[in-house]
């Protein structure tokens, strides 16, 4: 495709001997990532599943969604998705359907029946994080529906890479440490773009892939921060923009102060609050100041140049810059 700007920056010098290189076969699928099986899929897809949440009807049509989760990685999308499908008019499938990255090849109407069941006025909708870093998954959204609305929850690049290795590191304890795959070569301070942890939060660099086929009204960026710090001030910009009544507030949410983010709760139930699993909330290992110093000067660049391509800032060197 097209190389925009910040294709073109990741070619050039920040600093004298960091020199950034973006290498061939960068939007292939991440090995380390997380996937949906087929099994899960075909129990979402089956014939009386309830895969669109607690109360979805055995009645209505399967329906292609009209809006996707489509990133990011480690950003918060899971709290998103299952923030917004406590709403009555949206019904969203739990697992990663993974359909315009991995299973394309299936077709629509297999995708179709992966989704769950709706009534007339109700919103279809699913996530998967890695279709923001797919080359393909614009060019094949936009020829399922020009219109679809596309969500992308994005956090601190830096935060995000070491929440990404950390997952990686629980499932396989025996990797390089964070600090080793981060480098090219540690001494002249080269980063390594090509590793996915570092990669995905190069949010530029995907964005100008979208911004090919989709304007930027038909997407919305929801920060993972406020996600946890101001659950119900994001999630009224989600229904605004879904053209939702604003259901989803306040009282949907409760902080657990153990896990360090919001629960999810029925404002008319007297049942415990739903904590994500606990796969979330991991304890980041201790990473070296320096490397944590190196990737903040690396970031920048391409979260000003995020913010200019959004219009929207967030604020991620301030926040860095109060600790």
């Avoid at 060019?139 to 020009?146: C, E, P, T």
């Avoid at 950390?166 to 773009?193: C, H, M, W, Y």
């Avoid at 989803?248 to 007297?270: A, R």
């Amino acid at each position: 495709s097209r190389e925009g700007a910040a294709g073109a920056w990741l070619r050039t010098a920040l600093a004298p001997g960091e020199v950034i290189t973006a290498p061939s076969g960068a939007f292939e699928r991440d090995p380390q990532e997380s996937s949906t099986t087929d099994e899960e899929l075909g129990r979402a897809g089956s014939p009386g599943s309830r895969g669109g949440g607690s109360t979805t009807p055995d009645y209505g049509e399967k329906r292609l969604p009209q809006a996707l989760i489509i990133g990011v990685k480690k950003g918060g999308t899971r709290a998103l998705l299952e923030a917004i499908r406590a709403h009555p008019d949206v019904r969203a499938v739990g697992t990663e359907p993974h359909f315009f990255d991995r299973n394309y090849e299936k077709g629509l109407e297999w995708y179709r029946n992966v989704m769950p069941k709706t009534l007339e006025g109700q919103i279809t909708m699913e996530k998967t994080p890695s279709y923001f870093v797919t080359n393909e998954a614009p060019r094949r959204i936009h020829s399922m529906a020009k219109d679809t609305k596309l969500i992308v929850v994005v956090r601190n690049p830096v935060t995000r890479a070491i929440s990404d290795y950390t997952q990686t590191l629980s499932k396989k304890p025996d990797i390089p440490t964070f600090e080793v795959l981060a480098f090219k070569n540690r001494t002249l301070g080269l980063i390594d773009a090509s590793w996915s942890a570092i990669r995905i939060g190069i949010y530029a660099l995907h964005l100008e892939n979208w911004l090919q086929y989709f304007p930027l009204s038909q997407i919305l960026f929801v920060s993972g921060e406020r996600l946890i710090t101001d659950p119900a001030g994001e999630m009224a910009k989600v229904q605004d923009f879904l053209g939702l009544k604003r259901i989803v507030t306040e009282k949907h949410f409760y902080f657990n102060k153990t896990k360090g983010f919001p629960c999810l709760k029925k404002p008319e139930d007297s049942s415990a609050p739903r904590c994500l699993g606990k796969s979330k909330g991991r304890t980041h290992p201790k990473i070296d100041p320096d490397v944590i110093h190196r990737l903040r000067k690396f970031y920048k660049p391409f979260n000003v140049m995020f913010y200019q391509m959004t219009g929207q800032d967030f604020q991620w060197e301030q926040e860095e810059s109060d600790k």
